[in-house]
């Protein structure tokens, strides 16, 4: 089992800044990827952003690129998501999902554990 838990959501304005924190525990060993994705309201959830830790690549949205970045602090056991830019389009909960397994990364349905999720609001 792996247990993620999300912190550092809130409101900001249009082109601010916030830093999400997923920490992990558990079986964190099993860990081939972690994922941000996001859902508001009415729609589905989608793919923000991975990690994939056997050669520590990253992949971001298209819409997200250059504005996100996602890392990995291995002594804190946590992956963050470092949100700089944003707009009143990236309001939605945001969730972390640990895969185990090299597949679909950009699919939900890949993620085998989810965080609780946390808000993110960006005010126009």
């Known amino acids: 089992q792996v247990q993620l838990v999300e912190s550092g959501g809130g409101l900001v304005q249009n082109g601010g800044s916030l830093t999400l924190s997923c920490a992990t525990s558990?079986?964190?060993?099993?860990?081939?990827?972690m994922g941000w994705f996001r859902q508001a309201p009415g729609k589905e959830r989608e793919f923000v952003a991975g990690h994939r830790w056997f050669d520590d690549s990253t992949y971001y949205k298209d819409s997200v690129e250059g504005r996100f970045t996602i890392s990995r602090d291995n002594a804190k056991n946590t992956v963050y998501l470092q949100m700089n830019s944003l707009e009143p389009e990236d309001t939605a909960v945001y969730y972390c999902?640990?895969?185990?397994?090299?597949?679909?990364?950009?699919?939900?349905?890949?993620?085998?554990?989810w965080g609780q999720g946390t808000q993110v609001t960006v005010s126009s």
């Open positions: 999902a640990a895969a185990l397994q090299l597949i679909h990364l950009r699919t939900p349905g890949s993620y085998k554990y």
């Open positions: 558990g079986n964190i060993f099993s860990i081939n990827a």
